[in-house]
Each structure stands twice: as C-alpha cells, then as structure tokens.
C-alpha cells in the first residue's frame, strides 16, 4: 500500500529484528531508521521489511468480523440500560410527587391581649 504525498512515498510496512534490539532514531522527528541496535547503541543489524497490506486488511477484516459479532449483544445491552435509566426516572417522578396534606385544625392568626386597666 503506497501513498503518494509530494516529493515522499509512504508505504504500510511489517519490520522484523531481533528481540533484544531496538531501532535507531531517525533525523526526522518522529522517525525510526530500519537499523536495528543494541542496548549499547552498538548496530547490530538492518530490519527485514514486508509489505504490511496484507497484514492491514487481515487486521481490518477481523475487526469487521468482530463488530459484527459484537453489535446485537451491544444493542441489547443499551436497550436494557435504557429501560432501567426509564424506569428510574420515572420511580424518581414518582417519589417527588406531591402528598396531600390533610387539615387537623385550623387557627386563626393569633390576636394580642387587650390592654388591662389598673386601679392607681
């Protein structure tokens, strides 16, 4: 798989080193160079590179395939997150619903004394 973009190809490539190595750092930020080195940053050996297309589309496949296994068990699983997040707001309207109040008694507003006269 190759891109073209400007002056530079891009292509989607498999590299295989030896496990105990790592590869060098490239000039270009971000980059890796397909020398492969070891812990003493001692060349030990270039990396063998494939075309990684195949692999892509295996990958791509299999991610397909498990969506599509996946899906009705996801469906199903927020069908029944939405009921249960239904039925919870509606016991929630339930409880916030307004009791009446039953009248016992009822008082008037409460009146001072009358003013008492004294004898002097």
Do not use: C, Y
């Amino acid at each position: 798989m190759e891109f073209n973009r400007g002056d530079w190809i891009w292509e989607l490539m498999l590299t295989r080193r030896p496990s105990d190595t790592h590869f060098s750092k490239s000039s270009t930020p971000g980059g890796e160079s397909p020398l492969a080195r070891d812990d003493d940053n001692t060349l030990v050996t270039h990396a063998v590179l494939f075309d990684g297309t195949k692999t892509a589309l295996v990958i791509l496949g299999t991610g397909v395939a498990l969506g599509m296994a996946v899906a009705p068990h996801v469906k199903s699983g927020l069908i029944s997150l939405e009921s249960k997040l239904r039925r919870r707001a509606e016991e929630t309207a339930d409880a916030e619903t307004s009791v009446p109040l039953k009248v016992v008694a009822e008082v008037g507003p409460e009146q001072p004394d009358p003013p008492r006269l004294r004898a002097v």
